[in-house]
């Protein structure tokens, strides 16, 4: 079409910008053929009825009228406007109905008819009215067989749009038509015919342009009904042949219509043709051209279908062989070629230069540089390249390829740019290796990546980017040795920052390279090492760096195998660290850690790395380990001291759970010592990354499940909660409230204070109620005063707010120095002895006996803040003890276990001693707890004391669930100590809580704790206070069950209490077996054991009564069975017993008749003679009271 076209005039942008808007100056300077292809729109504007009533548009239009008088052309248009437009519309209507009547045949016309002569000739010789016929006539034609065709191109052949003579008045009374019958002939469809005929475009721009507002309307209309590849078809080459002369047209609008080619995946011909055109029209030396920008930003876009659509244009353009300059892919890619060429250094040989010259002029390079300006263009046109041949299959001719190596192994300048183009350049190189065709390219390529090498220190010195191509370098070296080609590809992929496709096998030559020519195995180790570390390294530094080579290294275990320490360098990178943490630096712990423990090859069990050493990791702590925590410039970051506290605990979690797999290699690597975990403030550093959780991301979650495997008791729930009150808004208000007086007090004024506490307590309660405004790292500082003289607030008279403010205390430092503060105050509260020199207990001390912890003073039995205090570290330590014991059974697993498994020699023993080893650990640690509680239940026994002043544990409230450890009334306030039922009462409350948290994490506990057994005092308040005694449903009809007697009496006596609290049909199956088994042993017990059994249990019956008035008839029935059998005992020495018998069966029959003879009579009776009478009769008695006490109980409706 564009060549059809050549020989007409077309309408300038001048022209259409002066139409566009209406500026009759730039009509009048207008040429007279130019205005001769406006006059249908100036005409109708000249002599239609205007909208625009202004005296401005009326001066405008006197010059319009003056501008067309000159003009001869006009009066043959105004003799068109003359037709009666009406009839006209009517006729074309009917004969549209006639033409789809007769299904689109070329029957009579009522538009035209009876034509003599061929239509150039009736044309010629017809008036106007019959010229717009004629023309109406042949475009319905071509209209209704272009909807007819339903997308399929035709050409169609008219004399009226072709012959050169009449084309100007063929196109005046198609602008006419168009504008006069504008619903029969809409433009969009108007231009979509004019297609199929030649001179198509000519007449679409004439068109167009005497009606210029419907440009965007006529270019978006072709587009969406254009084709998917406009390149395959003549239908979609003149369509974007068309399109490219609207934009000629009106070139203000060119981007804008390649915008809707893109929205509709239509055309990508005409994108690239008017990208070119826009090209050429904008060029730009220096900057990235639009071409480039265009094309990369289709195949690197988001838009997957954009995409495809594009790359299926590359893939058709070149499976075709018309690969001519009239092909816009050809043009394409010949601007392309040319702008990378004007890009190449001037002075550039693919010859390459003898070493020796080299030697000669070592300042003088033969290769000159890349220009500054020109990287950042030469890095888009590769990664376009990349694009081009990766992602759309264009197959590079060997111009473009040549010039494409002459551009990848340039030199740019040492700039960052400059390290992003070197970077692209060596990623392409991997990426497309067959670029890389002939040994004098394969050899230009070997220099390239040796310069690379030799520049690469002097690139991150003076560009200043810590991550450079030398890193990446290295890191291939090492895929490359280890065979991780997909790495290799990921990594690829991930710099160019595209997805392509790269087979492994194109990588064979560019890995013999590698491997064998420029980086050895040996000599990728030795650089790594000397490879400094990231200063600062974070997340915020992108790009490949040291961290990366030094991971897959360690991975390939190439360190150990070449005797290389590593250790030195992974420290001093740790210690280089900030936040937000590099997501490389765990698995490079992780790896490290690895490559200690497990040697490179079970034939050399030596080849294993150095661990770093305790000085080392003492020396990035030593600033939180003095208290200084708040130390404005620390010399290390709380990320490396985090990284190596996760080091630390990796590193003895991999040791212990590789213990076997190390004792069978002979192996024993060295394990941290215990003063150095000691030392190392962890719940401290695990506080802090609670708050950095977001710049750490899985640093703070692998922490915490460290701590929960190998240190839980660092990991109480209860601890956890307090810290959120400390962290909270309180602590806001704190620092709100926060004082200098506050701030002044240090800790030798503490000492003194507390000195003084014998005679005023003043000074001390000032300054300790100033302290608990600071915060816990604060406070570490005052920790030693604080614990010190503890057991000074034993003495009485101290007030108690003291107590619970440094209760209050206590609970803030232990969130930060759980360990150290815990030693501290066991030693503090060890009861003081005359002449006796105190013990002082280590950390190891306390985990292996966690029972050191209740051998404080007695005072601190009945001093509820400090038997809080002292209730909080025996459960830390019950739970150190737990791992302590796990850990050294691991550690010691494999020392005894051949000379055991040689002393047995029975085939599937092997593993005896390690259960035996693990039975015993668990026998251990049930002993150990269950003495805990034992006793804590001791302690809540009233002493001698205590019970002389009237404190029995029947005195105690049933029902102790709703006493907490809060603050006393302000009249048991002012008691103090005397009161020592309330202290007793709040200890008491304390332990039950301490006792529930316990069975409700090993019930066994409460199982082995009542098989034991302990005073039946205690039942009411264990029952009452500690909500999880309801499990002990589950075991008592096994001890029940027990042979001894004491365990059943405890089992009944325990029943009848957890029968009134817990009146449940599962308490009611127990009880009718208790009553069921007492009734058993009635018949096999003897008379001795029968009063120890039943003198006891049988005031549980009347409990059993209480909770379940069902087992009534069952009770009774027993209770007289037993009378029946103390009575046949005594039979013959006495008849005494007799009218006891009597009534006990006169109760059972009229209960509600006797209830009141029994309340004033027999119940005195009996107490009367029980002193007197002999074990038989004494149950007799007992039976009696029991009885009448549930017939009381039952008749008062209880």
């Known amino acids: 079409m564009m060549m059809e076209c050549t020989s007409l005039q077309f309408v300038s942008p001048f022209a259409f910008e002066a139409m566009q808007k209406v500026d009759v100056v730039r009509l009048a300077s207008l040429s007279d053929p130019e205005l001769r292809l406006l006059l249908p729109c100036l005409v109708r504007m000249a002599l239609c009825a205007p909208a625009d009533q202004s005296q401005s548009w009326a001066q405008d239009k006197k010059l319009i009228l003056r501008l067309l008088s000159g003009v001869e052309a006009v009066n043959s248009i105004v003799a068109l406007l003359s037709v009666d437009f009406h009839a006209l519309e009517q006729d074309a209507s009917k004969e549209q109905q006639l033409r789809h009547k007769l299904g689109g045949g070329g029957g009579e016309s009522i538009l035209v008819s009876q034509l003599q002569h061929g239509l150039t000739l009736e044309f010629e010789h017809s008036d106007s009215p019959r010229r717009l016929r004629l023309v109406l006539s042949e475009l319905l034609a071509i209209m209704n067989k272009v909807s007819e065709c339903s997308g399929e191109f035709f050409f169609k052949s008219s004399e009226l749009f072709e012959s050169p003579v009449y084309l100007e008045e063929a196109a005046d009374v198609l602008c006419i038509l168009q504008a006069e019958l504008p619903s029969l002939l809409p433009i ?46 003549l239908g979609g080459r003149r369509r974007t042949d068309a399109l490219r002369f609207l934009c000629k047209m009106n070139p203000s609008q060119a981007l ?10 239509h055309l990508p011909g005409l994108g690239v043709a008017l990208t070119l055109d826009h090209t050429k029209n904008e060029a730009c030396e220096d900057g990235v051209s639009d071409l480039v920008c265009f094309v990369s930003g289709l195949l690197l876009g988001t838009n997957a279908k954009v ?9 058709n353009g070149q499976q075709r062989k018309r690969e001519t300059s009239s092909s816009v892919l050809w043009q394409m890619r010949r601007q392309l070629l040319l702008e990378l060429m004007g890009i190449l250094p001037t002075v550039r040989s693919t010859r390459i230069v003898e070493e020796a010259d080299v030697e000669m002029e070592p300042t003088v390079s033969v290769y000159s540089g890349l220009k500054e300006e020109h990287v950042v263009k030469a890095s888009a046109l590769l990664r376009l390249y990349c694009a081009l041949m990766g992602i759309a299959g264009l197959k590079p001719t060997e111009e473009e390829a040549e010039q494409l190596l002459q551009l990848m192994t340039s030199r740019p300048p040492a700039t960052p740019a400059g390290v992003r183009f070197v970077s692209l350049s060596f990623c392409m190189l991997l990426a497309f290796s067959m670029l890389v065709s002939t040994p004098e390219q394969e050899q230009l390529m070997v220099v390239w990546l040796s310069w690379m090498i030799k520049e690469e220190a002097y690139f991150e010195s003076t560009s200043g980017v810590s991550a450079s191509f030398g890193e990446m370098l290295l890191l291939v070296a090492m895929y490359f040795h280890s065979n991780q080609l997909s790495a290799i590809i990921d990594l690829v992929c991930s710099t160019l920052g595209m997805k392509i496709v790269i087979k492994p096998s194109s990588l064979s030559r560019m890995k013999t390279i590698f491997t064998q020519e420029i980086f050895t195995e040996q000599v990728v180790t030795a650089h790594a090492v000397r490879v400094p570390v990231t200063s600062n390294l974070s997340a915020n530094i992108t790009g490949f760096l040291p961290i990366h080579c030094i991971y897959q290294l360690l991975r390939s275990r190439s360190f150990t195998k070449h005797k290389v320490s590593i250790k030195d360098w992974i420290y001093r990178q740790l210690c280089e660290t900030s936040t937000p943490l590099h997501p490389q630096l765990l698995p490079l712990i992780d790896v490290y850690i690895n490559s200690i423990l497990t040697p490179a090859s079970k034939s050399n069990p030596e080849a294993t790395n150095q661990p770093v050493t305790e000085q080392e990791i003492l020396n990035i702590f030593q600033e939180v380990i003095g208290g200084d925590s708040i130390r404005l410039n620390q010399r290390f970051s709380i990320t490396a001291q985090l990284l190596v506290l996760y080091y630390i605990l990796s590193y003895e979690e991999a040791l212990l759970a590789n213990t076997k797999t190390l004792a069978a290699m002979q192996r024993k690597p060295k394990s941290y010592s215990s003063s150095l975990m000691d030392q190392i403030p962890i719940k401290f550093l695990i506080r802090q990354a609670q708050g950095l959780q977001q710049e750490l991301g899985g640093l703070h979650s692998a922490l915490l499940r460290l701590l929960a495997t190998n240190y839980p008791h660092l990991c109480i729930v209860d601890d956890w909660i307090c810290e959120e009150e ?93 360990r150290r503060l815990w030693v501290m105050t066991v030693n503090a509260l060890q009861p003081s002895v005359k002449f006796v020199r105190q013990q002082k207990y280590t950390q190891n001390d306390l985990m292996i006996d966690p029972l050191i912890v209740l051998r404080c003073d007695p ?24 791992a302590y014991l796990s850990a050294h059974l691991k550690e010691t697993a494999e020392q005894d276990r051949p000379s055991q498994n040689n002393a047995i020699g029975l085939v599937g023993q092997n593993d005896a001693p390690e259960v035996t080893r693990e039975e015993l650990k668990n026998a251990l640690l049930a002993a150990q707890d269950s003495a805990a509680v034992q006793i804590l239940l001791e302690i809540c026994l009233p002493t001698e004391e205590e019970k002389a002043k009237g404190v029995s544990p029947d005195s105690l409230p049933r029902n102790v669930q709703g006493v907490i450890t809060t603050g006393m009334p302000n009249k048991e306030l002012e008691e103090g100590e005397d009161n020592l039922l309330c202290n007793l009462r709040e200890v008491q409350c304390l332990i039950c809580c301490l006792l529930h948290q316990m069975y409700i994490a090993d019930p066994n506990i409460a199982k082995l704790v009542h098989f034991q057994g302990y005073p039946c005092e205690l039942l009411p308040l264990t029952v009452a206070g500690i909500p999880s005694m309801h499990i002990c449903l589950d075991f008592i009809p096994e001890l029940i069950a027990q042979p001894e007697l004491e365990k059943q009496i405890f089992a009944i006596q325990l029943l009848s209490h957890l029968c009134i609290q817990y009146a449940l049909p599962k308490s009611l199956s127990v009880a009718r077996l208790a009553v069921n088994v007492m009734g058993t042993l009635l018949t096999v017990l003897t008379q001795a054991k029968r009063y120890a059994f039943f003198m006891p249990t049988l005031p549980s019956l009347v409990s059993f009564c209480r909770a379940f008035p069902p087992l009534y008839e069952d009770i009774m029935s027993l209770l007289i069975q037993i009378g029946q059998v103390c009575a046949s005992d005594v039979a013959t020495q006495t008849r005494d017993i007799d009218p006891i018998i009597t009534r006990l069966q006169q109760i059972k029959e009229k209960s509600s008749g006797w209830s009141q003879i029994c309340k004033e009579s ?23 009271s029991t009885v009448i006490e549930i017939i009381n109980m039952s008749v008062s409706g209880i």
């Open 859 to 882: 005072r601190v039995h009945r001093c509820p803040p400090l038997m809080d205090i002292t209730l909080h570290m025996l459960n830390g330590y019950l739970l150190a003890s737990k």
């Open 726 to 818: 400390i962290t909270g808004t309180d602590a806001l208000l704190r620092r709100m409230l926060l004082t200098n007086n506050a701030k002044i007090h240090s800790p030798k004024q503490l000492q003194e204070a507390f000195s003084a506490v014998p005679v005023s307590h003043t000074q001390v309660m000032q300054i300790i109620e100033h302290l608990t405004l600071l915060s816990a790292s604060e406070l570490i500082p005052y920790a030693g005063v604080l614990t010190s003289n503890m057991n000074q607030l034993l003495n009485s008279g101290v007030p108690r707010r003291i107590l619970q403010t440094v209760n209050k205390l206590w609970m803030v430092l232990n969130t930060v120095m759980p």
């Open 188 to 233: 969009v469809d108007v231009a979509e015919a004019l297609l199929h005929v030649k001179n198509g475009a000519w007449f679409l721009c004439l068109l167009v342009a005497n009606v210029p507002d419907s440009f965007n309307e006529v270019c978006r209309g072709l587009i969406k009904n254009g084709e998917r590849q406009d390149e395959e078809s």
């Open 1162 to 1184: 027999s119940y005195k009776n009996g107490s009367r003679d029980a002193g007197s009478m002999d074990p038989d009769v004494q149950l007799c008695h007992c039976i009696e």
């Open 307 to 315: 995409r495809t659509w594009f790359g299926t244009f590359i893939r």
């Open 256 to 265: 804008k219509v390649r915008g809707m080619v893109v929205e509709e995946c």
